[in-house]
């Protein structure tokens, strides 16, 4: 009876002390943050200027008038890596779009279209060996978004402004 109970018992244990780590280590609500200034003290006291969020600092300085949409677009590439007639590897790339701001539904009502052409541009990298080695260097990667932005210009038009590579990983056999 006392082995058919322990278990249980454990489980129950482990459980309530995994909820309550849980509780106790849950961070603060953003709102609580936004009140205070970077280093914790509030922008707003007397005699102190506020000082702008060091996150804000790094960030470069985009042009007023341009405003951009972001569209993901909603399934993984997966381009098959063959070598001597069989498949070495997979690669895996998730994509997103940057797009001019209230674009967005013209790129989801082509994206058979240019997912199509996405997955030529993709498999024609992976035929050249851009997958192989070191497949995620700078120079690598700087190849496949400028080929994967032509494509997506000839089927949208100039309302792309870049491709973003948002994942991607080789899984090898």
């Known amino acids: 009876m006392i082995k058919k ?74 381009v098959p890596v063959i070598k001597n007639d069989t498949v070495r590897s997979i690669a895996i790339v998730a994509l997103s779009l940057e797009v001019k701001l209230g674009t967005s539904d013209q790129v989801y009502a082509i994206e058979p279209k240019l997912r199509d052409t996405f997955l030529q541009a993709l498999f024609d990298h992976a035929s050249l060996g851009g997958f192989d080695g070191a497949f995620a260097t700078t120079e690598n990667l700087i190849r496949i978004r400028r080929s994967l932005k032509e494509q997506a210009v000839n089927v949208l038009g100039d309302i792309v402004n870049d491709v973003l590579i948002t994942d991607i990983a080789r899984q090898d056999n």
């Open 5 to 78: 109970l322990l278990p249980i018992v454990l489980i129950l244990i482990f459980g309530g002390a995994g909820i309550a780590a849980g509780l106790i280590l849950k961070p603060e609500p953003k709102e609580a943050h936004a009140e205070l200034g970077p280093c914790g003290d509030d922008p707003n006291a007397a005699g102190k200027t506020a000082k702008k969020d060091t996150h804000e600092a790094d960030k470069p300085e985009a042009p007023e008038d341009v405003s951009f949409d972001y569209v993901k677009l909603n399934n993984q590439f997966i």
